[in-house]
């Protein structure tokens, strides 16, 4: 994800709280002429960034004239640490930022070279590029972190590590220099093995670096093996010392592209009204550049257009393509598109989806900061006031309202194959979400979704008594404690354990009447989630309980297009609308809330339902869950297979076993 921020508080672009992801990536600093000032990587990019946006007064003076000169800051997400260093490297090799002078003086980040113009070739660590006939691996992160691969990679393949002036000395005494007498150095001057054998110890550990085969652990592998059978067990434990080598390797080791790879990475992610891509430019298997832009979709095309759309925009300016681009999926009309492609180029373009590897690895960090780019985009959209305002005015005409909806609730109904029933209410206020308003529903009995809105609107409704004022407290009538209604709020530090009609044991008549002052607002709108069938139940609800004054609409979600109670024909909405917009996320607040209540409860309850059989304590009961993932499959299962969970015992599984398939033994929701 690449982003630029808006002016907040303090410095004009400072980020709003939230906003910076907490993983590890690369931010740019930039002036008002977008020149590069500083180019910094993080491990936790929310935490690192967040000093250089502490009191002015408290910085360095270098920092705090860099935080002062520059007018924005970007970031992108990386999958590692690794993957950190190599973009900030890279980059900042590209655009010289003039406040990264560390790197001004000669001095870089570590590398791995081998000296191949040399009679005998040795392994280095060095930050000067510029030696003659050096095959380089890196850059590394740390000094100790290339000491350290290089110590692994000696246990593989033996090769010299010692000074020309002390392998120059040895040579001609014919005694081996120090680091060869400790056992440190194999080269020719130990003795130990000739030039030429030297050379081929170079050779495979050039090729292993270049092409890491993760081969040779299987053949380390069977070397050892085959040495201890024919009780060689000497050879068999330097097998043995290099195949930890090498396991250690691999485990250490982060996955790059190879030097002479050059791709286009399009990572996208995207709904129904909008999209985001990210597109990473790898020139010699490295990150060469970012590019990221947003895109409202006038209509909700799939993945594949999608990626037509954006590739065609990418190059459309004579941007010439690499000789392969690799996107989330191919669209139908593929081989067309690597033609255009080829056409620009001047000659053959690959496009290609990749399922696995290196690129594959490569396309799911571009999608993840497509996710962020997409997640900030809808964030600032539904921030901005005036977007928020424009939004409500759209749907007052909309509707026909009397009034902007400045508060609204939305109701929405989970269930698992007609069990574990609830129901959510969102609220949204001046555009925005009031968490601490949040309400969940437990609904005992229901037929189907619409009777279980109208069940959850008629206790909610209950709450409010008609015709008072739009905004306005209520205090609960008599009717209101008797209605068989548990709503819960939110789990979060500012809102209650439970808010519903019945009053918790032991609670005070004093908090019961201000849980259910909160309760009783009363909404400008209604959105339930659904099509005619939804908005007609929640209409019957609304004629019931006499409560006037209150618009009502459902949102269809397969079209977008929004009902009202008294409407043959849909309302739509432009596409890209901010109503619409609007609209589709408190719909989406309110399902993702309703799906966390249900999945909780279905949790307790699957829980609930072992632990009522002998033997089995919460952690037992857990590992069960965890292995079979439900009751429903851990029934069907045998007395051997619930054996195998760990913790599990023969005795102890022929007692759940029966349980479970007793005559009346509770049955899995």
């Known amino acids: 994800m690449t982003t630029v921020l808006p002016g907040t508080e ?60 520059a007018a924005s800051v970007e970031w992108t997400v990386v999958a590692n640490e690794v993957e950190a260093l190599q973009l900030e490297f890279t980059w900042i090799n590209e655009f010289d930022p003039p406040f990264n002078v560390q790197f001004k003086d000669d001095k870089s980040y570590p590398y791995l ?65 120090f680091a060869g007498q400790i056992g440190r150095c194999f080269g020719p001057c130990s003795g130990v093995v000739s030039i030429e054998e030297h050379r081929e110890n170079v050779d ?21 093996r085959s040495a ?67 895109v409202d979709k006038e209509l909700d095309v799939p993945l594949g257009d999608l990626v037509d759309s954006v590739v065609q925009n990418a190059y459309g300016d004579g941007e010439v393509p690499p000789a392969e681009v690799v996107v989330p999926e191919l669209p139908d009309d593929a081989e067309a598109l690597e033609t255009w492609l080829g056409t620009i180029a001047g000659r053959k373009v690959r496009l290609r989806a990749a399922q696995r590897g290196d690129k594959a690895a490569l396309l799911g960090t571009a999608t993840q900061n497509a996710k962020q780019t997409l997640m900030l985009y809808k964030t600032r959209r539904s921030a901005d006031f005036t977007t928020r305002s424009r939004a409500l005015e759209d749907i007052q005409e909309a509707l026909g309202m009397a009034d902007a909806p ?17 129901a959510s209410m969102v609220v949204f206020e001046d555009g925005l979400p009031r968490k601490d308003e949040y309400r969940r529903f437990t609904i005992p009995n229901s037929t189907d979704d619409t009777d279980s ?6 206790r909610r409704l209950a709450y409010l008594k008609a015709p008072d004022s739009i905004g306005s407290p209520i205090e609960p009538t008599t009717a209101t404690a008797t209605v068989p209604a548990t709503a819960a709020g939110e789990d979060t530090a500012t809102s209650s354990a439970a808010d519903g009609a019945d009053i918790p044991e032991g609670e005070s008549d004093a908090a019961a009447s201000e849980r259910r002052k909160k309760f009783a607002y009363r909404p400008n709108l209604l959105i339930v989630d659904g099509g005619q069938p939804q908005v007609a139940a ?73 632990s009522e059989i002998p033997g089995l304590g919460p952690s037992r009961v857990k590992e069960l869950l965890r292995h079979f993932g439900s009751v429903k499959r851990l029934r069907a299962a045998s007395e051997t297979d619930i054996a195998e969970v760990k913790g599990i015992g023969p005795a102890l599984a022929a007692t759940v076993h029966r349980a479970l398939h007793a005559d009346g033994a509770p049955a899995p929701r």
């Not at 000395?169 to 014919?174: K, L, V, Y």
């Open 10 to 69: 303090g410095v004009p672009y400072r980020p709003r709280k939230g906003e910076i992801p907490t993983g590890p990536g690369v931010y740019r600093f930039r002036d008002a002429d977008r020149r590069v000032l500083y180019v910094g990587k993080a491990k936790n990019l929310r935490a690192r960034l967040s000093n250089y946006f502490a009191p002015l007064r408290t910085l360095h003076e270098r920092t705090r004239r860099m935080v002062t000169t």
């Open 113 to 177: 070279a081998v000296t191949l113009a040399e009679e005998a070739p040795r392994a280095v660590v060095t930050r000067n590029r510029n030696i003659r006939g050096a095959r380089y691996f890196g850059p590394y992160p740390k000094v100790w972190a290339v000491n350290e691969t290089l110590e692994i990679l000696l246990k593989l393949f033996p090769i010299r590590t010692c000074k020309d002036s002390d392998y120059r000395r040895a040579m001609a005494s014919g005694k081996p220099c």
């Open 204 to 224: 495979r550990f050039v090729s292993f670096m270049q092409n890491q085969d993760r081969r040779i652990l299987g053949e380390l592998t069977q070397r050892m």
């Open 228 to 294: 201890a059978a024919v009780q060689d067990y000497e050879s068999a434990a330097r097998f043995r010392d290099r195949l930890q080598a090498a396991t250690s390797f691999f485990e250490k080791s982060a996955v790059v592209l190879g030097e002479k790879v050059d791709i286009d990475v399009f990572g996208i992610d995207h709904d129904e009204l909008a999209a985001a891509v990210q597109l990473f430019i790898v020139r010699g298997g490295r990150i060469r550049g970012v590019r990221s832009w947003t």
């Open 406 to 422: 400045l508060r609204i609730e939305c109701y929405d109904v989970s269930h698992l194959s007609g069990t574990n029933i609830v």
């Open 453 to 458: 809105l109208h069940q959850v609107l008629t």
């Open 538 to 610: 929640a209409a019957r609800a609304l004629e019931e309980s006499g409560v006037e004054g209150i618009y009502l609409c459902g949102i269809a979600k397969r079209l977008e297009e929004i009902w009202t109670p008294d409407g043959d024909y849909p309302v739509i909405l432009p596409r890209n609308s901010d109503a619409l917009f609007l609209f589709q996320r408190v719909r989406d607040e309110a399902h993702r809330f309703a799906i966390t209540h249900q999945r909780q409860r279905r949790k307790r309850d699957m829980g609930s339902v072992l």
